[in-house]
């Protein structure tokens, strides 16, 4: 058979065939005098059982292997393996569902979707035109992305985020937008801050304080400087007490 009679035969294409070819996973047959290969029922049936394992789900490494000398791995064990990393995708994918109906039931947020703990925080938090209130809604998210979120942490936030106290301290930091450095609503301002954090919050930053320290000088540039010394006070308090 032609290369082309073989592919009919077995339901694949040439090009499949030629690939199974250049891989090493289906033997060259001999060629005829006019240079065409000349393929065999032996050949036939080797390529059934290639196309029938590949539809299975195996690559073409795990097919190799089935196809191999007594050495190789006995089909069954390979399919057994084949068995478990679809249940694991399985899990992977119900995981993936979960947390997209969180963000399905938060409803549209702005720019793009949230991680479902983030989402479920946010979402506790009362409304608001703060301007530093959305800031530090995007520092939440760019801390989410560097790795320093978690549900731990956000836990923790969950009680913070529904005060509605915590307005009145953005109300405050918004109204430092036109002040200097040396205001003297700086240094009890952050003391409040600080004091409203709880605990487990600060028992879940890095002891180095690395992550913090990456984002310091970006996260303080998006203020204003009397705005900006408040939140140096208070990441420096994150950090010292995030040691203790």
């Known amino acids: 058979m032609r290369i082309g009679e073989i592919a009919a035969v077995v339901g694949v294409t040439t090009r499949a065939i030629r690939h199974y070819h250049h891989v090493g996973l289906l033997p060259e047959p001999e060629r ?13 049936v080797l390529l059934a059982r290639v196309r029938r394992l ?11 292997d089935v196809l191999a000398d007594d050495a190789g791995r006995e089909l069954a064990d390979v399919l057994e393996e084949l068995d478990a990393d679809l249940a694991r995708q399985e899990a992977a994918i119900a995981e993936r569902r979960r947390r997209l109906a ?5 409803g549209p947020g702005e720019g793009e979707p949230l991680p479902p703990a983030l989402a479920e925080l946010l979402a506790k938090a009362p409304a608001t035109d703060s301007p530093t209130a959305a800031k530090d809604r995007e520092h939440l998210i760019l801390l989410d992305a560097a790795g320093a979120g978690g549900r731990e ?6 009680p913070l985020a529904a005060d509605p106290a915590v307005l009145a301290l953005y109300e405050r930091l918004d109204e430092l937008a036109d002040a200097s450095v040396d205001d003297p609503r700086i240094p009890s301002l952050a003391a409040d801050l600080v004091a409203s954090v709880p605990d487990e919050v600060f028992a879940a930053i890095p002891a180095d304080g690395a992550v913090v320290a990456g984002f310091k000088e970006a996260l303080l540039a998006e203020y204003a400087p009397a705005q900006a010394e408040v939140v140096r006070r208070v990441m420096e308090a994150f950090i010292e007490r995030g040691r203790g």
């Open 32 to 44: 005829r005098p006019n240079q065409y290969r000349d393929y065999s029922v032996r050949d036939a």
């Open 153 to 158: 942490v956000y836990a923790a936030l969950g």
């Open 54 to 64: 590949t539809e299975l789900g195996l690559s073409l490494d795990e097919v190799r």
């Open 102 to 106: 969180v963000l399905l039931a938060a």
